[in-house]
C-alpha cells in the first residue's frame, strides 16, 4: 500500500504539473489571440483612414481643377499644397480651402498665400476666414474690408502706405494691402512663430500621418477600393 499512495502522489503531482502547464499553454494562447485581434484592428483602422484620405484628396483635385480650368491642375495644386502642409502648422484642407477661397474671389492664391497664412497665424482667424477677409477686401477694396477693420489689419495697411484707406484708390489699396501682408512685422513670419508652438507642432505631426496615410493609399489600395 505504501508503494501504491507513493505511486499514486506521484502520479498526481504529475497531472498537477501537466495541468498548470496547459493553463499557461491556453493563457499563451488567449494573448496571441488577442493580439492578432488588435494588429487586424490597428490595420483595418489604418486602410480605413488612408482611403477616407485619399478621397479627400481627390474631392479636392477636382474643387480646385475647376477653379483653375483643368483637373491636372487642380493635382498639381494640391501635391503642392499637401507638402506645403507638412511643414506649416496648417492643415491640407484648411490651405485647399484658402486657396478656392481666393481663387473664387479672383485673387492669384499663388502670390497671396503666405502673406494670408501669416494674417491667420497672428490674428487668430482660421486661414478660410483670413482668405475670405483679404479676397473681400482685394475685390471691393477698403470698404469691404470690415473682417481685416476688426482685426486691426486695416490700420496696418494704412499705417504702411501713409494715408487713410478712404483716400486711396482701390488698386492703391491692393498694392498697400500686400505690401503690408507681406513686408508688415506685424505680419510677416507670423507662420514661422505659429509651427513653434504646441499647436503648430500637434498640427504638423498629424499631417505627418495623413502623409503616411497618403502613402498606404498610392500603394494601390484606393484604386481597388474604388
Same mark, same amino acid.
Given at each position: 500500500?505504501?508503494?501504491?499512495?507513493?505511486?499514486q502522489?506521484?502520479q498526481?503531482? %504529475?497531472?498537477?504539473?501537466?495541468?498548470?502547464?496547459?493553463?499557461?499553454?491556453?493563457?499563451?494562447?488567449?494573448a496571441?489571440?488577442a493580439?492578432?485581434?488588435?494588429?487586424?484592428?490597428?490595420?483595418?483602422?489604418i486602410?480605413?483612414?488612408?482611403?477616407?484620405?485619399?478621397?479627400?484628396?481627390?474631392?479636392?483635385?477636382?474643387? @480646385?481643377?475647376?477653379?483653375?480650368?483643368? @483637373?491636372?491642375?487642380?493635382?498639381?495644386?494640391v501635391?503642392?499644397?499637401?507638402? $506645403?502642409?507638412?511643414?506649416?502648422?496648417? %492643415?491640407? %484642407?484648411?490651405?485647399?480651402?484658402?486657396d478656392?477661397?481666393?481663387?473664387?474671389?479672383?485673387?492669384?492664391a499663388?502670390?497671396?498665400?503666405?502673406?494670408?497664412?501669416? $494674417?491667420?497665424?497672428?490674428?487668430?482667424m482660421?486661414?478660410?476666414?483670413?482668405?475670405?477677409?483679404?479676397?473681400?477686401?482685394?475685390?471691393g477694396?477698403?470698404?469691404?474690408?470690415?473682417?481685416?477693420?476688426?482685426?486691426?489689419?486695416?490700420?496696418?495697411?494704412?499705417?504702411?502706405?501713409?494715408?487713410?484707406?478712404?483716400?486711396?484708390? @482701390?488698386?492703391?489699396?491692393?498694392?498697400?494691402?500686400?505690401?503690408?501682408?507681406?513686408?508688415?512685422?506685424?505680419?510677416?513670419g507670423?507662420?514661422?512663430?505659429?509651427?513653434?508652438t504646441?499647436?503648430? $507642432?500637434?498640427?504638423?505631426?498629424?499631417?505627418?500621418?495623413? $502623409?503616411?496615410?497618403?502613402?498606404? %493609399?498610392?500603394?494601390?489600395?484606393?484604386?481597388?477600393?474604388?
Amino acid at each position: 500500500f505504501s508503494k501504491l499512495h507513493k505511486a499514486q502522489d506521484k502520479q498526481k503531482k %504529475s497531472t498537477d504539473k501537466q495541468v498548470k502547464a496547459m493553463g499557461v499553454l491556453k493563457a499563451g494562447f488567449a494573448a496571441t489571440a488577442a493580439a492578432a485581434v488588435a494588429a487586424a484592428g490597428a490595420f483595418a483602422a489604418i486602410g480605413a483612414n488612408a482611403v477616407g484620405t485619399a478621397a479627400q484628396l481627390e474631392k479636392f483635385e477636382t474643387q @480646385l481643377g475647376v477653379l483653375l480650368g483643368g @483637373l491636372d491642375k487642380g493635382k498639381q495644386r494640391v501635391e503642392e499644397l499637401f507638402a $506645403l502642409s507638412a511643414k506649416t502648422p496648417f %492643415s491640407i %484642407s484648411g490651405l485647399v480651402e484658402m486657396d478656392a477661397k481666393l481663387e473664387a474671389f479672383g485673387v492669384n492664391a499663388n502670390r497671396m498665400r503666405g502673406g494670408v497664412m501669416d $494674417l491667420a497665424a497672428v490674428t487668430g482667424m482660421d486661414l478660410v476666414q483670413a482668405a475670405d477677409a483679404v479676397g473681400k477686401a482685394m475685390v471691393g477694396g477698403a470698404a469691404a474690408a470690415d473682417m481685416l477693420r476688426d482685426a486691426g489689419v486695416k490700420g496696418w495697411v494704412e499705417e504702411h502706405a501713409g494715408a487713410k484707406a478712404a483716400t486711396m484708390s @482701390l488698386e492703391e489699396w491692393q498694392k498697400a494691402l500686400i505690401e503690408t501682408l507681406e513686408t508688415s512685422e506685424k505680419v510677416k513670419g507670423g507662420t514661422l512663430l505659429l509651427s513653434k508652438t504646441f499647436t503648430g $507642432l500637434m498640427s504638423t505631426f498629424k499631417d505627418q500621418w495623413t $502623409l503616411f496615410s497618403v502613402e498606404v %493609399s498610392d500603394a494601390g489600395l484606393f484604386q481597388t477600393v474604388k
